[in-house]
């Protein structure tokens, strides 16, 4: 795993200053690779490539990049893993190809001088974010994975083009001009991200998963697709439904295969253990599949509701791994905080970056590389929208809309004190995990007109961010696309479609990245290898939903490691007590950050809204933690931004966790 940067310039510069930008770029990245750095440049031409390198595979000199094919015409500076390079390899050396080391690079690289960009591709499997240079063509060509495993940021602004694993990079280049973006404000305050292939700044863009760029000198960028989820949902063979035991079994073949891959590493390597369905299910197939315990890491908290560390200990001890845990201090946790907004270049809300960096701190002190579960919520159903969409289909049939949509707004109009009092009156035992957040939910079923605002509602922080940014016009992407409920007329297909398409590459995986990266840990995603993304696709419905259950063929394949017993309960999510800390120990640092006068003095933001939730917040009428936490994480970027600080985010020592 590792950092790339680069540019490719028309206007003549002396060499020696271009090499300096160059490195400066690079050593932005030096969190995300601290065992090499390397420089490639063609002053003739005005390309510099830059790679920072965390060793995982042939962590040998051979290993080094920028590298060149064999015969110079080819340089590439890469981040990531190809899970089935020594496939590829062997293909190679049959076509007369002799390697100088064994590193999935020059496997990569060669690949691409004998069968081209598009064949190559196709043939990979792994995560990646790829730069590539042509020196007869003088072609820069970028690529990146099929669900956007890997961060790929590029920006052209006249003859001038760059790109960067992270924004922190583009920020060394003394041409570089960035512009805050008002409309990716009003997303971002929606979603709790800026949704690609847009990001905080003006001209400057994500690379959408699955997708390459090509430029040739000052001309535009092209992009184009060589793989493409929509595609291949719209053309998948589906299975029929009865052939259960067949279709199980090719998926625990295809899971066995991808966990097995992706356990090759010349480093220490464990895996994030949460105790639920998917963290679970990778850790018994690599049990399984290994000569020795493996490692296994999970934090918990003390709060009800938010601590899974009792139920990872359980499934470790099942499974025989060699298991740390770590149960975090309020403090620990919260100073994370105000480093966020370095580590994420842009503003980003996901509350659970938090136990995320956490976890990966602690996996850190004992190992370079960590499987972890994510991607089998949004491939199996595993979300509390996708139970409830069918449902809704059918409600809207009884109910006329003004009585849904009042009934929606009833339910909203609970306040939260009323909520804790009824629960309190219950047996423990008996009180929902995460009651408001649920009937939010409900509310948001309930009152919208249609399955497409069902979905926009159910995902949205500030379901009218326009309001809270005056001026902006939040672009209309995918998720007003209506040919998306043509390609997926099933609506519980249709929303874990849109969340693969986009909550999982900009929230889940954009978090998991950063906050390994952060501390140099590379995770790894089996459940996200696109034999399996293409196999579920192709599963029918019933084999992720039924009866209310969710992912239930990962429960079926799972259950012949662990028992039913330690697995099966409510999901609670990865999250941290974020409204309570927002009462509490976070309150005065929440305080100042949507003080009118601070709210007012960051120029994008209209204080009237954002106060209305703030003080009903404050005095527990209603949670509003998620949707405040997107502006605090905006506040604190913009902060960060007036008093010129550029993100270095470097490894830190997890203070109190077990010593390595």
Same mark, same amino acid.
């Given at each position: 795993?590792?950092?790339?940067?680069?540019f490719?310039?028309?206007?003549g510069?002396?060499?020696?200053a271009?090499?300096?930008i160059?490195?400066?770029?690079?050593?932005a990245?030096?969190h995300?690779g601290p065992?090499?750095?390397g420089?490639w440049?063609?002053h003739?031409?005005?390309?510099?490539?830059?790679h920072?390198?965390?060793?995982?595979?042939?962590?040998?000199p051979?290993?080094?990049?920028?590298?060149t094919?064999?015969?110079?015409?080819?340089?590439?500076?890469y981040?990531g893993?190809?899970?089935?390079?020594?496939?590829?390899a062997a293909?190679?050396?049959?076509?007369?190809?002799i390697?100088?080391?064994?590193?999935d690079?020059?496997?990569?690289?060669e690949?691409f001088?004998?069968?081209?960009v598009?064949e190559?591709?196709?043939?990979?499997?792994?995560?990646?974010a790829i730069?590539?240079?042509d020196?007869?063509?003088r072609?820069?060509?970028?690529?990146?994975?099929?669900?956007?495993? #890997?961060?790929?940021y590029?920006s052209?602004?006249?003859?001038l083009?760059l790109?960067a694993?992270e924004?922190?990079?583009?920020?060394q280049?003394s041409?570089?001009?960035?512009?805050?973006d008002?409309?990716?404000?009003?997303?971002?305050?929606r979603f709790?991200y800026v949704?690609a292939?847009?990001?905080?700044?003006?001209d400057?863009f #994500?690379?959408?998963?699955?997708a390459?760029?090509?430029?040739t000198?000052?001309?535009?960028p092209?992009?184009?697709r060589?793989?493409?989820?929509?595609t291949?949902v719209?053309e998948?063979?589906?299975?029929?439904?009865?052939d259960?035991?067949?279709?199980?079994?090719?998926?625990e073949?295809?899971l066995?295969?991808?966990?097995?891959?992706?356990m090759?590493?010349?480093?220490p390597l464990?895996?994030?253990?949460s105790?639920?369905?998917?963290?679970?299910?990778?850790?018994?197939?690599?049990?399984a599949?290994?000569p020795?315990? !493996?490692r296994?890491?999970?934090i918990?908290?003390?709060?009800r509701?938010?601590d899974?560390?009792?139920?990872? #200990?359980?499934v470790?001890?099942?499974l025989?791994t060699e298991?740390?845990?770590?149960?975090?201090?309020?403090?620990?946790?919260r100073?994370?905080i105000?480093?966020l907004?370095e580590?994420?270049?842009?503003?980003f809300a996901?509350?659970?970056?938090?136990?995320?960096? !956490?976890?990966s701190?602690?996996?850190?002190?004992h190992?370079?590389?960590?499987?972890?579960?994510d991607g089998?919520?949004e491939?199996?159903?595993?979300?509390t929208?996708?139970r409830w969409?069918e449902?809704?289909?059918s409600?809207?049939a009884?109910l006329p809309?003004?009585?849904?949509r009042?009934?929606?707004h009833?339910?909203?109009?609970?306040p939260?004190t009323?909520?804790?009092?009824?629960?309190?009156?219950?047996?423990e035992?008996?009180r929902?995990?995460?009651?408001e957040?649920?009937?939010?939910?409900i509310?948001?079923?309930?009152?919208?007109?249609d399955?497409?605002g069902?979905y926009?509602?159910?995902?949205?922080?500030?379901?009218e961010?326009?309001? !809270? !940014?005056p001026g902006?016009?939040?672009?209309?992407?995918?998720?007003?696309?209506k040919r998306?409920?043509?390609?997926?007329?099933n609506?519980?297909?249709?929303?874990?479609?849109?969340?693969?398409?986009?909550?999982l590459?900009?929230d889940i995986?954009?978090?998991?990245d950063?906050?390994?990266m952060?501390v140099?840990?590379e995770?790894?995603?089996?459940?996200?290898?696109?034999?399996v993304v293409e196999?579920?696709?192709?599963?029918?419905?019933?084999?992720k939903?039924?009866?209310g259950?969710? #992912?239930?063929?990962l429960r079926?394949?799972l259950?012949?490691?662990?028992?039913?017993?330690?697995?099966?309960r409510?999901?609670?999510g990865?999250?941290?007590p974020?409204a309570?800390?927002?009462?509490?120990?976070l309150?005065?640092?929440?305080d100042d950050?949507?003080?009118?006068?601070?709210?007012?003095?960051s120029g994008?933001?209209?204080?009237?809204p954002?106060l209305?939730r703030w003080?009903?917040?404050?005095?527990?009428v209603?949670d509003?933690?998620?949707?405040?936490?997107?502006?605090?994480?905006l506040?604190?970027w913009?902060?960060?931004?007036?008093?010129?600080a550029?993100?270095q985010a470097t490894?830190?020592?997890?203070?109190?966790?077990?010593?390595?």
């Amino acid at each position: 795993m590792c950092g790339i940067a680069g540019f490719l310039e028309q206007r003549g510069r002396p060499p020696a200053a271009r090499e300096a930008i160059a490195h400066a770029m690079t050593t932005a990245l030096a969190h995300r690779g601290p065992d090499d750095a390397g420089l490639w440049t063609d002053h003739e031409a005005g390309i510099a490539l830059g790679h920072r390198r965390l060793a995982i595979i042939d962590v040998s000199p051979l290993g080094h990049q920028p590298m060149t094919t064999a015969d110079g015409r080819y340089v590439v500076t890469y981040n990531g893993e190809i899970y089935n390079y020594d496939v590829l390899a062997a293909r190679l050396r049959q076509a007369g190809v002799i390697f100088r080391g064994r590193s999935d690079t020059e496997v990569l690289i060669e690949a691409f001088a004998r069968w081209g960009v598009r064949e190559t591709l196709a043939a990979c499997e792994g995560m990646f974010a790829i730069a590539l240079w042509d020196r007869e063509t003088r072609t820069l060509t970028l690529a990146r994975d099929r669900l956007g495993i #890997k961060p790929l940021y590029w920006s052209k602004s006249g003859s001038l083009f760059l790109f960067a694993s992270e924004l922190k990079a583009l920020h060394q280049h003394s041409d570089w001009r960035p512009e805050i973006d008002a409309a990716a404000i009003a997303s971002f305050l929606r979603f709790g991200y800026v949704p690609a292939p847009h990001s905080i700044y003006r001209d400057t863009f #994500k690379l959408e998963p699955g997708a390459l760029l090509t430029i040739t000198g000052a001309n535009e960028p092209r992009i184009e697709r060589y793989w493409d989820l929509r595609t291949i949902v719209a053309e998948r063979p589906s299975m029929p439904a009865g052939d259960e035991i067949d279709q199980l079994a090719e998926l625990e073949t295809v899971l066995r295969r991808a966990v097995r891959n992706e356990m090759v590493s010349d480093v220490p390597l464990g895996a994030f253990l949460s105790g639920g369905i998917d963290s679970s299910l990778v850790t018994a197939l690599m049990q399984a599949q290994s000569p020795r315990p !493996v490692r296994t890491f999970s934090i918990g908290f003390s709060e009800r509701g938010y601590d899974e560390a009792g139920h990872a #200990k359980r499934v470790a001890d099942h499974l025989g791994t060699e298991h740390t845990e770590f149960y975090v201090e309020d403090a620990v946790a919260r100073a994370v905080i105000p480093q966020l907004p370095e580590w994420y270049d842009e503003p980003f809300a996901d509350s659970s970056q938090i136990p995320t960096q !956490v976890v990966s701190r602690l996996a850190r002190q004992h190992v370079t590389v960590a499987l972890s579960g994510d991607g089998g919520d949004e491939l199996f159903g595993g979300y509390t929208r996708h139970r409830w969409a069918e449902r809704a289909e059918s409600a809207r049939a009884f109910l006329p809309q003004p009585l849904r949509r009042a009934l929606g707004h009833a339910i909203e109009a609970i306040p939260s004190t009323a909520v804790s009092t009824t629960l309190r009156a219950l047996p423990e035992r008996l009180r929902p995990l995460h009651a408001e957040q649920r009937l939010a939910k409900i509310a948001a079923f309930l009152g919208e007109a249609d399955a497409g605002g069902i979905y926009r509602r159910v995902v949205s922080l500030w379901p009218e961010p326009d309001e !809270v !940014v005056p001026g902006a016009s939040e672009p209309r992407d995918l998720l007003w696309d209506k040919r998306v409920a043509d390609l997926c007329p099933n609506v519980t297909e249709r929303m874990m479609l849109l969340d693969a398409l986009t909550y999982l590459p900009d929230d889940i995986l954009t978090k998991v990245d950063r906050a390994s990266m952060a501390v140099a840990l590379e995770v790894r995603v089996p459940l996200l290898n696109h034999r399996v993304v293409e196999l579920a696709w192709r599963l029918p419905l019933t084999m992720k939903l039924r009866h209310g259950t969710s #992912k239930w063929a990962l429960r079926q394949i799972l259950y012949r490691h662990v028992p039913a017993g330690l697995i099966d309960r409510p999901k609670q999510g990865f999250s941290v007590p974020l409204a309570q800390w927002l009462r509490g120990p976070l309150l005065a640092w929440a305080d100042d950050l949507l003080s009118p006068a601070t709210l007012a003095g960051s120029g994008w933001l209209a204080s009237q809204p954002i106060l209305v939730r703030w003080r009903e917040h404050r005095q527990g009428v209603r949670d509003w933690s998620q949707s405040l936490w997107a502006v605090l994480m905006l506040q604190s970027w913009l902060a960060c931004g007036r008093k010129g600080a550029v993100p270095q985010a470097t490894p830190t020592a997890l203070a109190g966790a077990p010593a390595a």
